[in-house]
């Protein structure tokens, strides 16, 4: 990222006493705002660890009882802004050596030092929270943790160095390997449980509760009980625990949380003196790496997600939604009529000429509903709302004063244009049409309409509550008004949209089908299924094949690859195999013990016919990967999509491709696979990768 360094938000911190009554000193108390709105977190750079560090002195002079440090309503800190910083090695080193000599006044201080967390604290806000001597945790702070290991990073500031040494290794590694490398941060009360909290306190007066239990762990009213570390077995047990989870999940991949590791280790019997300056070589040695580059590209993809969508194509503006109608009344439609009232709060309209169907249809609405309320992730009157926003009709005329609907009917052409024909007989000029397909033709589907121009293809990728992909597919005659109001419609939805061009299938499915068929071509030839399960271990995915075949569903894959067969058939095959599976409704190839180990479903053994001609791992990495350079290839010269960085986009928002991947054309890039293929990169040198000196 040399040559691309952005200018700094700076966080500024600012000291002022407060007088608590219980002591004879004051409390100085710094302050990090970086002057923006809530939904702008502080950040830590140069000139902000600079001012926190002036703020400690000032502090110090006001000859205080006890030194705290809180941040603004809603952000402790989220640590470093890499993209201001610089990552070459001489500046990592740099701003390394900086953020520890800040941060470790805090903890080297004769003064008691305090953490008062009020907003989110996670990366380098964690690492300066965990080097005070005490931690005060509101409640209410939405997220607690190191996401770094899942970003192919790791803790630059202190974290890998002070986390075992306050909870125990293993706690640690649950902290900064396992939860990381699973998406997950920490909840008020698991930081409690496990020792970084001190106390939680009730948001409403936070900082006068907090000052009140300031006064009394210095006064020694309250004490703050610390563990015994066990620096033998039980560290030993931690290390091992940690290298068998990266091995797991990154299959060496990711060197950033394998040097974590080494680091957990390192802190054991090593003071600071020396665990920082390790940590901060650790790091500018990762950085210097492809890897890591791709990781922060991938990153910054999701991070900016939204500039695209949030611009109206050519200035046309969205339409306002605010009657949403769902046609169909599978699964899909209940998803999508449930995000939408609980995101939009608008009354959505389900339809469906079965009443069968739709009665069952709004009764999974609300019994979703109902499982919310039970785990106490909606309130009681937020339950009421989206109940009485749901409600179903037998025929279109339910969906009359629709200003968008949404087609979630069976994946067959004439079925679909025939729907949306009628579909298009009860709304007004102004209601934009939607097709959910992942299969079919845009432009096709459109073929039946008097206005082609107001559909848009709306795909988004399962389990639509959880993850972010959805493709905006504009046909051969959308017009811009359609693609902006379907683009701030999953805005709202909390999509991230992705915008493409009508072709048969979605770009997701698209990629997948082509990657996955060559992995069962080589099956139906007679490659063991664990052979060809792990041949693509070496690319660090979070799940094999077949565990994919099983996320997307065997019914999907084959009927995305019978219609992308009818386009290419020179690409895609039809296995009889994969047939075979769907007939015999079998949604895996795996039997699954208690402890997830798999083996080999003996009907899917028993129903797959192969020949004998079995490949290697070898053979199956090369034949898919060369599968998925040719794909992206032909995408981007058919003007599907704009460029590499949408493909990588869906791949990471819809299947979950792992941040420390990079994305996929990176690694294609990485791995020659590219050039050998399609004879050129697809991504600049520099953009995913270390700068070329």
Known sequence: MEGQVKDEVVTHATTRVVEVPELTKPVALITLDNGLDPTKPNTFGREGLSSLDAAFDAALATGPAAIAVTGKPSSFSVGADLAAIGMDRDTTLTIGKRGHDAFRRFTDSAIPTFALVNGVAIGGGLELALACHYRAVASDVPAIGFPECGLGLFQGWGGTQLLPNLVG????????????????????????????????????????????????????????????????????????????????????ASPGPARAVELLDFARHNDLDRGYPAESEAMADVLLSDELRASLYAMTLVQFHGVLSQDAPDGAPARPVKRLGIVGAGHEASQLALLAVRQLDIPVVLTDPDQARLDEAVGRVREEVETLLDDERISRDEADRVRSLVSGSPDDEGIRDADFVIETVDEDLSVKQRVLAEVEEHVSAECVLATTTSALSVTEIAGELRHPERLVGFHSANPIAELPLLEVIRADRTDDATVATAEALGDGLGKS?????????????????????????????????????????????????LDLLQLIGPPVALRVTESLHGCFPDRFAVSANLQRLVEADRTSVWLRDAEGNKTLDPEVAALWRTDSSPSTSADVLDRATAALADEIRRLLDEGVVAEPQDVDRCLILGVGWPFWLGGITPYLDRAGVSERVTGRRFLPQGVANVPAN
């Open 169 to 252: 290794a293993d706690h640690a590694v649950t902290v900064i390997i396992e939860n990381a490398l699973n998406n997950k941060l920490l909840q008020p009360p698991e930081a409690l449980e496990l020792g970084i909290a001190d106390v939680l306190l009730d948001p409403a007066d936070y900082l006068d509760q907090s000052l009140r239990w300031i006064a009394g762990v210095v006064d020694g009213a309250i004490e703050v009980p610390r563990p015994e570390m066990d620096r033998g077995a039980a560290w030993d047990a931690a290390i091992v625990r940690a290298r068998g989870i990266v091995e797991a999940r990154t299959h060496g």
């Open 497 to 545: 949209c992705v915008r493409v061009s009508g072709a048969p299938a979605s770009v997701l499915h698209r990629v997948l089908a082509r990657f996955l068929g060559e992995v069962v071509a080589t099956l139906d030839e007679g490659t063991p299924f664990e052979v060809a399960d792990h041949a693509l271990d070496s690319l660090g995915l979070s799940m094999s094949p």
